[in-house]
């Protein structure tokens, strides 16, 4: 019942910097959980960012720390994923998803979030 609509994606050159946004349905958007996985052609589904329903913390894969960064906005019911310093290895289908205040598995586990956007492509070029 909770809906994530995905915007932001596109091409960008290697250096490059985009930011995707993630604006759920729902009154209660405070207590859920967020996260952003991607997923590259023949990879399986990784995980990027974890957000609190307060916004902090906040934690990240090795391979995006200190280029990406997760935000929120629980007035407008948004989260956000700002990407700088984009290499070609980040091209990917970017997924939203979220936790509505359930406990979790982990945060960098896919079976611990129960909705999920649609996907944004990102593609990086050298």
């Known amino acids: 019942q909770v809906q994530l609509v995905e915007s932001g994606g596109g091409l960008v050159q290697a250096g490059g910097s985009l930011t995707l946004s993630c604006a759920a349905s729902g009154r209660t958007f405070s207590s859920y959980v967020m996260g952003w996985f991607r997923q590259a052609p023949g990879k399986e589904r990784e995980f990027v960012a974890f957000i609190s329903g307060s916004g902090g913390p906040t934690y990240y894969a090795n391979s995006v720390k200190g280029r990406f960064t997760i935000s929120r906005d629980n007035a407008n019911n948004t989260v956000y994923l700002q990407m700088n310093s984009l290499k070609p290895e980040d091209t990917a289908v970017f997924y939203c998803?979220?936790?509505?205040?359930?406990?979790?598995?982990?945060?960098?586990?896919?079976?611990?979030?129960?909705?999920w956007g649609q996907g944004t492509q990102v593609t990086v070029s050298s």
């Open positions: 998803a979220a936790n509505r205040g359930r406990p979790i598995y982990g945060f960098e586990e896919v079976r611990s979030y129960d909705y």
